[in-house]
């Protein structure tokens, strides 16, 4: 059961631009959405994190928004570099437990 | 070093052999997670260890799979009779106390079987 919906499955952006991925979840007992950024060979590194309680939390060049009702958070990465290029997932938890994953967004970010 | 270590980093194995993967954890970190991490995929949930304790196992596939941490460090997650469809990237996480919310994971061990 896919309780975890990422979109879109890859993305291609120029350098300076904005990327944008968009995750959907199912169960209302998840209270902590971590985005995490991989590299090819690298296991999953956590980039930015938000809790229910806020709309939106912005580190850097990344921002989270967060949709409670909707049940939908995104992943906003202003001024987009090479650098940038990775998968990305998405992910829901109630607190401490399990993580379950999105399916995974293949950034590509051209020069 | 610092971070979560896993070994080995590849291992091949014939159809029908007994593979043990290791991960050693952050030093001092409470709670230990192991994921499976198919090609393109995000990682699934295998088990969760607390110290010692497996509180969770709901995510293992089928009674093949057997993970293990008998001190409350180091985990070993050791399938047998290994089929094609066990081939994927077994992740290993840990984080400090239960609640804790940051997950910190080690590179992997990428399982081929042939």
């Known amino acids: 059961q896919q309780q975890v919906k990422q979109s879109p499955q890859s993305l291609i952006v120029q350098k300076g631009g904005i990327s944008i991925i968009n995750c959907a979840y199912e169960?209302?007992?998840?209270?902590?959405f971590p985005w995490y950024q991989q590299f090819p060979g690298k296991g999953p590194a956590l980039l930015i994190a938000?809790?229910?309680?806020?709309s939106e939390k912005k580190e850097g060049r990344f921002t989270i928004s967060f949709n409670k009702s909707a049940k939908q958070f995104s992943l906003h990465i202003m001024d987009s570099q090479p650098g940038d290029s990775a998968t990305y997932f998405c992910a829901a938890s109630t607190s401490g437990s399990r993580l379950t994953f999105g399916e995974g967004t293949q950034l590509t970010v051209n020069p | 070093g610092a971070g979560v270590s896993q070994s080995p980093r590849y291992k091949v194995a014939k159809r029908g052999q007994d593979v043990a993967l290791r991960c050693d954890p952050i030093?001092?970190?409470?709670?230990l997670f192991w994921y499976q991490q198919a090609l393109g995929q995000g990682p699934e949930f295998l088990t969760y260890f607390q110290n010692e304790a497996q509180l969770d196992k709901s995510g293992l596939p089928s009674d093949r799979f057997f993970a293990e941490r008998p001190e409350g460090s180091v985990s070993t997650l050791k399938i047998q009779r290994t089929q094609q469809e066990d081939s994927a990237v077994y992740l290993c996480a840990s984080s400090l106390s239960f609640g804790e919310t940051e997950a910190f994971f080690g590179q992997g061990t990428r399982l081929t079987v042939v």
């Open positions: 030093s001092g970190h409470v709670s």
């Open positions: 938000i809790r229910p309680d806020v």
């Open positions: 169960n209302t007992a998840f209270d902590y």
